[in-house]
């Protein structure tokens, strides 16, 4: 967003943005004061409009956006932040061609692929994101979606994984027919993770093998089967500002409870890997927008936040954020978890379960 000149879209009928007007900040206070209104008083979501509105207010005001999303969350959520730490439990091989990730085989990346990790690693992980003082572990798996080998261990992992640590178990394992989702919520999984990763107008530039609405159907599935949805984004693959604010809406008509936050973090050998990172105040500003579309979802820091946002990852959590994932990633490494657990003690935010009132 560093680049646009202060301008406001014209306001929109098909989800294009055609021509832009400038829009001074007196205006642009006029426009904050409105949504905090909608957000905070009448309690509705904002509109399309309004968040492409929001999206092209004058990188000056982007404090005063932050600021809103922060009061939003607490209005919202409150001020706790969830904890959860990842797994990898089978990594790389997968069929897909997601441009951006380093576990697909079609791509030549240096991520070399493991089998399903033994049920004493995948609860030894669980145990160290336990200790950390973690309420949610994911056992995360490259993959299409899951065959009936992988559904059986799965079935065995997910009760075993919470009677041992105590810990609310999510999965993420692709994309699941009607009876994978009613078995794993059967099997007490919490949350499934499911990533609807972009736009769907710009989906067909970053995965052909797959297509959104297959994506949303598993969302749904996800859902009618009594699992609490999680569903992220990946934030930098060239999908411009107004695709952003349609994933936005997108989202909020698909309802998940919890929404990871991913900035492109250029993975070698994959077809994106020469794309340039998210510049910090422009994650900022896409965060705070994210919060202002989602107002009560759980709205996690994921991957790449720390080579997009470096010294401004704390800001981040007072731009709407209110959950991270501490640890390393799926392919990738984190910052350690203990400076995690000290930014949240310099911000005076607990760690505990976020209340979700939408
Ligand atoms: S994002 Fe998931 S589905 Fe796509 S290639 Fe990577 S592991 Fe496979």
């Given at each position: 967003m560093a680049e646009h000149p202060a301008t406001i879209p014209t306001p929109i009928t098909d989800g294009t943005v055609t021509a832009s007007r400038p829009v001074e900040p007196p205006s642009a206070s006029?426009?904050?004061?409105?949504?905090?209104?909608?957000?905070?008083?009448?309690?509705?979501?904002?509109?399309?409009?309004?968040?492409?509105?929001?999206?092209?207010?004058p990188d000056e005001m982007v404090g005063s956006l932050a600021a809103l999303a922060h009061e939003v969350r607490l209005a919202y959520c409150g001020p706790e932040v969830e904890v959860e730490g990842i797994l990898?439990?089978?990594?790389?091989?997968?069929?897909?061609?997601?441009?951006?990730?380093?576990?697909?085989?079609r791509f030549d990346t240096p991520v070399k692929a493991t089998p399903?990790?033994?049920?004493?690693?995948?609860?030894?992980?669980a145990e160290e994101t336990a200790r950390l003082g973690a309420s949610e572990f994911c056992i995360v798996l490259a993959m299409r979606g899951p065959d009936e080998r992988t559904m059986r261990r799965l079935e065995e992992l997910v009760p075993l994984v919470a009677k041992e640590t105590g810990l609310n178990v999510n999965v993420s394992a692709g994309i699941l027919n009607a009876e994978q989702?009613?078995?794993?919520?059967a099997a007490?999984?919490?949350?499934?993770?499911?990533?609807?990763?972009?736009?769907?107008?710009?989906?067909?530039?970053?995965?052909?093998?797959?297509?959104?609405?297959e994506r949303r159907e598993t969302c749904r599935l996800v859902k009618q089967a009594g699992m609490e949805l999680c569903s992220?984004?990946?934030?930098?693959?060239?999908?411009?500002?107004?695709?952003?604010?349609?994933?936005?809406?997108?989202?909020a008509e698909i309802g998940p409870a919890e929404v990871p936050v991913n900035f492109l973090n250029p993975r070698p050998g994959t077809p994106f890997a020469e794309m340039?990172?998210?510049?910090?105040?422009?994650?900022?500003?896409?965060?705070?927008?994210?919060?202002?579309?989602?107002?009560?979802?759980?709205?996690?820091?994921?991957?790449?936040?720390?080579?997009?946002?470096?010294?401004?990852?704390?800001?981040?959590?007072?731009?709407?954020?209110?959950?991270?994932?501490?640890?390393?990633y799926l392919t990738t490494l984190g910052r350690s978890?203990?400076?995690?657990?000290?930014?949240?003690?310099?911000?005076?935010?607990?760690?505990?379960?976020?209340?979700?009132?939408i």
């Open positions: 006029a426009l904050l004061d409105t949504c905090r209104d909608a957000l905070l008083a009448e309690r509705r979501r904002l509109s399309q409009d309004e968040l492409e509105a929001l999206a092209f207010l990898s439990a089978k990594t790389g091989g997968c069929p897909e061609d997601c441009n951006f990730c380093g576990q697909s085989s399903f990790l033994r049920t004493a690693e995948v609860l030894s992980a989702a009613e078995r794993l919520a007490g999984t919490h949350r499934y993770n499911h990533n609807i990763e972009t736009a769907r107008s710009f989906f067909p530039n970053v995965v052909t093998t797959h297509t959104w609405e992220g984004v990946l934030i930098g693959m060239g999908e411009s500002d107004a695709q952003r604010v349609e994933l936005s809406c997108e989202l340039a990172l998210v510049e910090p105040w422009e994650a900022i500003r896409w965060i705070a927008l994210f919060r202002l579309a989602l107002p009560g979802a759980i709205l996690r820091y994921a991957g790449g936040r720390e080579v997009t946002l470096g010294e401004l990852q704390a800001m981040g959590m007072t731009s709407g954020i209110n959950a991270l994932i501490v640890g390393n978890a203990e400076e995690d657990m000290e930014m949240l003690a310099e911000l005076q935010m607990p760690v505990g379960a976020v209340g979700n009132v």
